[in-house]
């Protein structure tokens, strides 16, 4: 394909029309740089919602108590439905497939003080017992996690996160050392990630305490506020089976009508899942769409400056005819043009792309709704492949053309 005197007529041809070169080239750029962006901030929605769900296994129920709205058995509408651990053991029996269950019950259902010294903030105190592990992954940086002993044995300790640490210690090591919560003594067994979801400097982490503590020292009886299981079948249809088998267990349990929807509160991740799965890939679909959309635009834009270059060398097509060139060299000469306008311009296009969406990722702070925009660099690169071949193709309709002029008529071309 290396043919010196075609790529110097080329180059030739670009020098002396510049202007209509670049304005041809950009409609190209444009189209390969906006495919990349558009693609890049869907993955970045995407990953600002799964990165909401980083800690928390797929395949999990949350149960929260309500208040009923239909009256049963002879019992008023209007009544409380306080969760403890009592439900906790009888869901743990009835639930078949259950893998890990747990109850969660906040130190006065909001934020609680922490102190230590002159040292002090607001975080959320949560009481949980082991299997909390399991449920949702923690990241230890330090020490451990809550065990058995502890929830067995009531004991007063404590598993801070970053922020609550520094807060607390300025730089010493909490391990073994005590805070107060609430006025109370805790020792500090352990200290986790905790990742800021960017929404503002005020946000502050949970802290963990065994859940017997909780509900001893603060007087909470057996309560729990939450019920979080997981199970073994992850499928929709699992999910579903599972979490009306823990309704049922709580409406006897309680006695509500398992038909009424605001006795207890379920959250099913697997359902949440699908589903932001399926908004995100109609997403993805119509960013698809629009970024082909655009790129189609400047193939024809391409194609109709290249019938408009055939139309202005009509006479020198003509005379290059009448010289002994074949209708072969005619249209390669044309598509070559095109290819080459097409690739440079979807090279800058896929540059400049990925540069700005690397520049947003490094520089942009992540959010929960959008959060490292990238781009395959595979899918990239077969986005502009495509567009080369594309361009190709756009040149070829006036290739065509040129290749069908006869000598004698273009030499009487004005």
């Known amino acids: 394909m290396f043919d010196a005197e075609k790529w110097a007529e080329i180059f030739d041809t670009i020098s002396k029309n510049k202007l209509r070169t670049v304005l041809t080239g950009f409609s190209v750029f444009w189209g390969i ?42 019992l008023a509408v209007d009544r409380e439905i306080q969760l403890d651990t009592r439900d906790v053991e009888a869901m743990r029996t009835a639930i078949p497939g259950l893998e890990h269950i747990t109850g969660n019950l906040r130190v006065w259902r909001g934020r609680s003080q922490l102190s230590r ?22 990241q230890i940086l330090q020490g451990r996690f ?29 391990i073994d050392q005590w805070v107060q919560v ?10 986790y990630r ?28 057996q309560s729990v506020d939450k019920i979080t299981f997981s199970f073994l079948d992850g499928s929709i249809q699992g999910s579903e089976q599972a979490a009306q088998r823990a309704v049922a267990v709580l409406a006897s349990r309680h006695r509500f009508d398992p038909t009424d929807e605001r006795a207890v509160y379920v959250n099913n991740n697997v359902e949440n899942a699908e589903v932001f799965g399926k908004i995100f890939g109609g997403i993805n679909a119509f960013l698809w769409i629009i970024g082909i959309g655009t790129i189609v635009a400047g193939i024809v ?35 070559m043009e095109a290819v080459f306008v097409s690739a440079v311009a979807g090279y800058f296009g896929l540059v400049c792309g990925v540069g700005l969406l690397e520049f947003i990722s490094s520089n942009v702070p ?5 959060r490292d925009p990238t781009i395959d660099i595979g899918v990239a690169l077969w986005a502009t492949a495509v567009l080369v071949v594309a361009g190709a193709l756009a040149g070829l ?13 273009a030499l009487r071309d004005e």
């Open 33 to 74: 740089f906006m495919l990349i962006i558009l693609l890049g901030t869907g993955k970045g929605l995407s990953n600002g919602f799964s990165y909401n769900f980083r800690n928390t296994a797929k395949n999990t129920i949350d149960i929260w108590g309500g208040q009923t709205t239909k009256p049963w058995q002879g």
């Open 117 to 138: 010294g002159k040292n002090y903030g607001n975080f959320t105190i949560s009481g949980v017992t082991p299997e909390f592990t399991e449920l949702q992954d923690q």
């Open 146 to 174: 809550i065990n058995e002993v502890d929830q067995i044995r009531t004991r007063k300790v404590i598993v801070l996160a970053e922020d609550s640490r520094d807060a607390l210690f300025k730089g010493e090591d909490p």
């Open 182 to 191: 609430n006025n109370i003594p805790f020792q500090v067994v352990g200290v």
């Open 194 to 221: 905790f990742e800021s979801s960017g929404r503002g400097m005020n946000q502050n982490s949970q802290v963990f305490i065994p859940l017997s503590v909780v509900q001893r020292v603060f007087n909470a009886q």
């Open 301 to 335: 834009g391409v194609s109709n400056i290249m019938l408009i270059v055939v139309k202005e060398r009509t006479r020198e097509i003509g005379i290059r005819k009448a010289l002994g060139a074949t209708p072969a060299d005619v249209v390669a000469q044309v598509i």
């Open 366 to 370: 992540g959010t929960e709704m959008f």
């Open 397 to 409: 309709i006036p290739a065509r053309r040129a290749a069908a002029i006869r000598p004698i008529e």
